[in-house]
């Protein structure tokens, strides 16, 4: 049971661009959600999150959005640039989970191409 | 040490073998975290400790997964009796604080490559 979905698993976008790479979620319980960077022989590297309070949040060329009704949300990378070529997970807990557990989805690996 | 820091990065084990898997988290981290991810998968949550407790270990898969942090500090994950669906990364993560939340940043570490053959 996924509870946690990353329905793209690859991204190819043009430097400069927007890049959107989309999250969903079926369990309501969840009350935060993160995203992490990974690059190859790496571990996974905080981006940034969101408050289920909240239905967006900002930080510098990364937005996150939420949208509670549909259970999805979504990061916005723009302007996209080389460096951000990595796979990208979405992860979600909350307090129904301890607090301590999170869950990711799979994974999209992000290309951008120069 | 700047961040978390795991050991070995490659472990190559024969079927049937126990290995051990080391932790160091940031200095001064009250929480660790094990989890583990398959190939094309997400990380998934294995154990929690807050100290030096075991807050948490609904995810270890079997009673052949076993982790403990004595002294609150570094953590151990111990796989008896190895077998070949064990093969994954194993990664630990700390965070300052005692509970995750938006706000509170966990750290990962590169992770430890184990591959049963």
């Known amino acids: 049971d996924q509870q946690v979905k990353q329905n793209s698993p690859s991204l190819s976008v043009q430097e400069g661009r927007i890049s959107i790479l989309n999250c969903d979620y079926t369990?309501?319980?969840?009350?935060?959600f993160l995203w992490y960077k990974k690059y190859p022989a790496e571990g996974p590297t905080f981006l940034i999150s969101?408050?289920?309070?909240?239905d967006k949040n900002e930080d510098g060329r990364f937005t996150v959005f939420l949208n509670k009704s549909a259970k999805h949300l979504s990061l916005h990378i723009v302007p996209s640039q080389p460096g951000d070529s990595a796979v990208y997970f979405c992860a979600a807990g909350g307090a129904n989970f301890g607090n301590e557990k999170l869950t990711f989805g799979t994974g999209t690996r992000l290309t951008i191409i120069p | 040490g700047a961040g978390v820091s795991q050991s070995p990065r490659y472990k190559v084990a024969k079927r049937g073998q126990d290995v051990a898997l080391r932790c160091d988290p940031i200095s001064g981290h009250v929480s660790l975290f094990w989890y583990q991810q398959a190939l094309g998968q997400g990380p998934e949550f294995l154990t929690y400790?807050?100290?030096?407790?075991?807050?948490?270990k609904s995810g270890l898969p079997s009673d052949r997964f076993f982790a403990e942090r004595p002294e609150g500090s570094v953590s151990t994950l111990k796989i008896q009796r190895t077998q070949q669906e064990d093969s994954a990364v194993y990664l630990c993560?700390?965070?300052?604080?005692?509970?995750?939340?938006?706000?509170?940043?966990?750290?990962f570490g590169e992770g430890s490559w184990l591959t049963v053959v």
């Open positions: 369990n309501s319980m969840f009350d935060y």
């Open positions: 969101i408050s289920s309070i909240k």
């Open positions: 993560a700390s965070s300052l604080a005692g509970q995750v939340y938006a706000g509170n940043t966990i750290y």
């Open positions: 400790f807050q100290n030096e407790a075991q807050l948490d």
